[in-house]
């Protein structure tokens, strides 16, 4: 199983930025699809952005479009996340989680129990 440590996630004010990094143990990491999903306290985990295996193709939940950027190195087994235009609603633990290969079905990617292994998370604080 692909062990997952995140890292990059801290206090900033509305309108700041963060990048996020996730890095994966492991061979094969460009074999994975790679997603951020966050959940906020009291609320369920959610869908942030997804890049897939293959292609390369990414996917942002409509709340994080335009402002968010997934991108991943498979030299360096690591996949981050650049937040920009940070917003409070934004403030959650923010969770790396990775899938061997593609995913069940189109738009399964929303789905936590799609993932396969997941990172300890990273708080990510947006003050207003």
């Not at 899938?99 to 990510?124: I, K």
Request: hydrophobic letters at 35%; one cysteine or more.
């Amino acid at each position: 199983q692909m062990q997952l440590v995140e890292s990059g996630g801290g206090l900033v004010q509305a309108g700041g930025s963060l990048r996020l990094s996730c890095v994966a143990s492991g061979r094969l990491f460009s074999g994975y699809s790679m997603g951020w999903l966050r959940q906020a306290p009291g609320k369920e985990r959610e869908f942030v952005a997804v890049i897939i295996v293959r292609g390369g193709s990414t996917y942002y939940s409509d709340s994080v479009k335009g402002r968010f950027t997934i991108s991943r190195d498979n030299a360096k087994n690591t996949v981050f996340l650049q937040m920009n235009s940070l917003k409070p609603e934004d403030t959650a633990i923010y969770y790396c989680a990775s899938r061997l290969g593609l995913f069940s079905r189109p738009g399964a990617y929303r789905f936590a129990n799609e993932y396969q292994s997941w990172g300890q998370g990273t708080q990510v604080t947006v003050s207003s």
